[in-house]
């Protein structure tokens, strides 16, 4: 699955960040140019480094990524049909105990729709801290692969966890701007065109 936004780095300096098909076509661009550093291509949600096949035109490109209709034209997509619109139900196995299952089987609905209703009320009430936690994830990801060689590398990873950003940005003084700025940008969970998903921040 292709990430919704990601950034992308030659050497140090970014060159492209946004939506993933855009980032993709920059990227091709900027190798067209005959750009000699190495390009880094990295996701926004998890900090992974992405993979792009280049090969062919845009429309090619913007096809395996999975948005090729974002070079058509709205009004020739055929209209969505009457009715609910699918759910994605996803059937896996789920081991429980004998008391667990009785429970859930005495539950308005039966057992699958209390397990929905479970995760979804979980989710709700773990969402903020899940967010943070995965924003940090992001940025260490990001800064191993970056900057794992630059000065107080360890301090700085110390610093993201701590929380403690006024640490962070005396310990990264020395980074490569755009790198240490991507890592703070990452932590505080921004997105890829600069916006911030609320209750990330650290």
Same mark, same amino acid.
């Given at each position: 699955?292709?990430?919704?936004?990601?950034?992308?780095?030659?050497?140090?300096?970014?060159?492209?960040?946004?939506?993933?098909?855009?980032?993709?076509?920059?990227?091709?661009?900027?190798?067209?140019?005959?750009?000699?550093?190495?390009?880094?291509?990295?996701?926004?949600?998890?900090?992974?480094?992405?993979? #792009?096949?280049?090969?062919?035109?845009?429309?090619?490109?913007?096809?395996?990524?999975?948005?090729?209709?974002?070079?058509?034209?709205?009004?020739?997509?055929?209209?969505?049909?009457?009715?609910?619109?699918?759910?994605?139900?996803?059937?896996?196995?789920?081991?429980?105990?004998?008391?667990?299952?009785?429970?859930? &089987?005495?539950?308005?609905?039966?057992?699958?729709?209390?397990?929905?209703?479970?995760?979804?009320?979980?989710?709700?009430?773990?969402?903020?801290?899940?967010?943070?936690?995965?924003?940090?994830?992001?940025?260490?990801? #990001?800064?191993?692969?970056?900057?794992? &060689?630059?000065?107080? #590398?360890?301090?700085?990873?110390?610093?993201?966890?701590?929380?403690?950003?006024?640490? #962070?940005?005396?310990?990264?003084?020395?980074?490569?701007?755009?790198?240490?700025?991507?890592?703070?940008?990452?932590?505080?969970?921004?997105?890829?065109?600069?916006?911030?998903?609320?209750?990330?921040?650290?």
């Amino acid at each position: 699955m292709m990430p919704k936004t990601c950034t992308a780095f030659a050497g140090f300096k970014r060159i492209a960040s946004g939506p993933t098909g855009q980032t993709a076509l920059a990227v091709k661009a900027a190798l067209e140019r005959g750009e000699a550093s190495t390009i880094l291509v990295f996701d926004d949600d998890t900090g992974a480094a992405v993979d #792009f096949d280049l090969r062919g035109s845009p429309r090619d490109i913007l096809a395996r990524l999975g948005i090729s209709d974002s070079l058509e034209d709205p009004e020739d997509q055929p209209p969505r049909g009457p009715g609910r619109p699918r759910l994605g139900v996803v059937s896996r196995e789920v081991t429980l105990l004998p008391r667990h299952w009785e429970w859930l &089987n005495t539950q308005p609905g039966g057992a699958s729709v209390a397990l929905r209703k479970l995760v979804e009320a979980a989710r709700k009430t773990l969402a903020e801290s899940d967010r943070v936690r995965l924003a940090r994830e992001a940025a260490y990801r #990001f800064m191993s692969a970056m900057a794992g &060689n630059e000065p107080g #590398f360890e301090e700085a990873v110390r610093a993201l966890y701590a929380p403690d950003m006024p640490r #962070f940005d005396e310990v990264t003084t020395s980074w490569p701007p755009e790198v240490r700025d991507h890592a703070k940008r990452l932590a505080a969970g921004q997105t890829g065109d600069g916006k911030q998903d609320p209750g990330s921040a650290i």
